[in-house]
Nanobody
Framework: QVQLAESGGGLVQGGGSLTLSCTAS????????MGWYRQAPGKQRDLVAT?????????NYADSVKGRFTISRGDAQNTVYLQMSSLKPEDTAVYYC?????????????????WGQGTQVTVSS
């Protein structure tokens, strides 16, 4: 099983910044991509940003966060960060980390798609 540990959420004033981090652990054979999604009360869970772990670290962002949020990989490759700046009240949500890849100690590895428990980000106006 692959576990994801998130940290960095909290309360911030509009215009402020926060950085979220997520570390994957467990029987990871290889990671394909990691990312962040968010879910506001009464709404569906939406993509915020993703980054590939294998390959060149290609990123993808929701239009609503482009230019304000940056996703990056840590040196250990099993950690991702989400730097959020110019935060707006509409960014308030529970932010979930996601990781996809292959797991297992024996061949062939099996596919996994894991979620963290979520971290609350609240932006006051």
């Amino acid at each position: 099983q692959v576990q994801l540990a998130e940290s960095g959420g909290g309360l911030v004033q509009g215009g402020g910044s926060l950085t979220l981090s997520c570390t994957a652990s467990g029987d990871i054979f290889s990671l394909i991509a990691m990312g962040w999604y968010r879910q506001a009360p009464g709404k569906q869970r939406d993509l915020v940003a993703t980054i590939t772990i294998t390959g060149g670290g290609a990123t993808n962002y929701a239009d609503s966060v482009k230019g304000r949020f940056t996703i990056s990989r840590g040196d250990a490759q099993n950690t991702v960060y989400l730097q959020m700046s110019s935060l707006k009240p509409e960014d308030t949500a529970v932010y979930y980390c996601n990781a996809r890849g292959y797991e297992g100690r024996h061949l062939p590895p099996s596919v996994f798609d894991s979620w963290g428990q979520g971290t609350q980000v609240t932006v006051s106006s």
